[in-house]
């Protein structure tokens, strides 16, 4: 018989995942050199692309009683959206409705270990933050034909009716998935697994280009 | 295009987002150490695999990843209905044959 008795750890561990000193964080796109590629490529198009590069974005899961969701609204700075496939998007803070019980949040890169900090200090019940910024990556597509390219891409329906600004919905997209959010009648967020990056990235170009592509540093 | 309801989502999504997951409401024994190997044998592989109405546990993989089951026909491929785990299902098979 073991005399160690276990106790149930209060302190909740959160780590910063940001890299500090000489590290510098890349992109998943950072080989494309999309800055060059803004400079001196194409400068009028069909479709823009822009990689929100960095972000930080975190999962949160619970099943929020009426006092965590207040709590919620205090430490996020806006509600949480509780409709299905809604979305808020603010300055500094973006909620994605992802499932009945889980929202994606994205925030700046360097804000994320902050707000994670803050949120599990401030935060308790049953619930789960994890920290998904080094998984993911996100782009920002627009455009007069930014839809022809989504359309070749993903099997939801993209009319503005079925599909108004602020709805998010999670689908197929090109063999892969992405979390799909419209940001305005023509641009829209993407936000993809970092290990498939490339891949999109490789097929928005050649989904693009019969409307001409246009990189956005 | 084939499309399925999503009862989380609440619209319907294109059928490559989901995946079937075989029989619904197969309950775990609640004590499996005091099964017999018949028993247990019987919840672990033994499925029905009727021809008409049957109940499916699907799951919504590609969007919120929630499961939910489906009333379906499996020999026309009509779903009669979709409702979430927990719920009962409303159109049953007409057990007298
Ligand atoms: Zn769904």
Redesign the interface.
């Known amino acids: 018989m073991s005399d160690v008795t276990v106790e149930a750890m209060e302190g909740k561990v959160v780590t910063n995942q940001l890299p500090t000193g000489a590290i510098v964080g890349e992109s998943p796109l950072h080989h494309s050199d999309l800055a060059s590629i803004a400079e001196k490529g194409p400068q009028q198009g069909g479709v823009h692309f822009h990689e929100r590069k960095l972000k930080g974005l975190l999962t949160l899961r619970c099943t929020p009683s009426v006092e965590q969701l207040s709590l919620i609204e205090s430490l996020l700075g806006v509600a949480l959206p509780m409709q ?2 809604t979305s808020v998007t603010a300055d500094a803070i973006s909620v994605r409705w ?3 019980d ?1 929202w994606l949040i994205i925030v700046d890169g360097e804000q994320a270990f902050e707000l994670e900090t803050r949120f599990q200090e401030k935060f308790s019940g049953h619930y789960a933050l994890v920290n998904i910024s080094g998984g993911t990556t996100i782009f920002e597509v627009s455009g007069s034909h930014v839809v022809d390219m989504l359309k070749k891409s993903t ?2 329906d993209l009319h503005a009716s079925e599909f108004p600004v602020g709805k998010v ?4 997209f090109a063999k892969s ?1 992405a979390t799909i959010c419209r940001l305005a009648d023509e641009k829209f967020e993407l936000v993809v697994r970092r290990s498939f990056a490339d891949y999109l990235w490789l097929w928005i170009q050649d989904a693009s280009r019969e409307y001409g592509l246009v990189v956005k540093a | 295009m084939f499309h399925i309801y999503c009862p989380h989502c609440c619209e319907y999504r294109e059928e490559e987002e989901f995946h079937a997951s075989g029989q619904a409401h197969i309950p775990r024994p609640l004590d499996p150490d005091a099964c017999t190997d018949k028993e247990w044998g019987e919840f672990m592989y033994f499925r029905a695999n009727p021809r008409g109405i049957h109940h499916e546990l699907w799951v919504h993989g590609a969007g919120c990843r929630k499961y939910f089951n489906i009333t379906r026909n499996t020999h026309t491929y009509e779903i009669l209905e979709v409702y979430k785990v927990g719920e009962k299902p409303s159109v049953v098979a007409n057990e007298a044959k």
């Open positions: 299905p496939l992802m499932s009945p889980e099997p939801v919905v999670s689908t197929v998935g």
